[in-house]
């Protein structure tokens, strides 16, 4: 019964400092919850969190990962392991949990701008200017959208197209530098 007490007074004070957010301080409240519990699932989601938002990005991804094993992933879960490849610049992996989010939900605009970003980053041009292009038709006249693929295109050296969807984006924001 005390390993159940100890547990319930840890769980309470890391909710404590998360409401306060001192989230560094949980940290080693999550961590013993899990010393107790390997699998208890509000520490398991939790600390990936908490370490993304510290640069902890191994020990983010191995938490998630763990968490995998015991709850079904949501969006929201694969987003957070993304973030944390992209943190260490593993964009390969990265761009495998971008392309399960899209299983998940394929309308997410902003998963489509991040998979065309990674796969620059790979110097997947093709992979990217499909990804702009999808998420130029999620939101399409969207200045971000419509420079994202214009810039594609210059990559794959469509010059005449890039100029004409740059223009399109520079009429809508005619503020951006780029």
């Not at 306060?20 to 600390?47: C, G, R, T, V, W």
């Not at 110097?123 to 292009?133: P, T």
């Amino acid at each position: 019964m005390t390993k159940n007490n100890n547990l319930n007074k840890l769980l309470n004070q890391a909710r404590s400092l998360i409401e306060a957010k001192e989230f560094d301080k949980a940290i080693p409240i999550y961590e013993a919850i899990l010393a107790i519990d390997n699998m208890h699932i509000q520490a398991l989601s939790h600390l990936p969190i908490i370490y993304l938002m510290n640069k902890r990005y191994e020990e983010s991804i191995d938490m998630i990962n763990r968490s995998f094993k015991i709850i079904k992933p949501v969006v929201g879960d694969y987003q957070n392991l993304a973030s944390a490849y992209v943190g260490l610049k593993d964009y390969n992996n990265a761009i495998n949990t971008y392309k399960k989010i899209i299983e998940i939900d394929p309308n997410i605009l902003q998963i489509y701008k991040l998979l065309g970003d990674a796969q620059i980053e790979v110097a997947d041009h093709v992979g990217a200017f499909n990804s702009y292009r999808h998420a130029l038709k999620l939101a399409p006249g969207q200045f971000q959208q419509l420079f994202d693929y214009g810039t594609a295109l210059h990559i794959a050296k469509h010059h005449e197209e890039a100029i004409e969807i740059l223009e399109k984006a520079l009429k809508v924001d005619p503020g951006h530098i780029e």
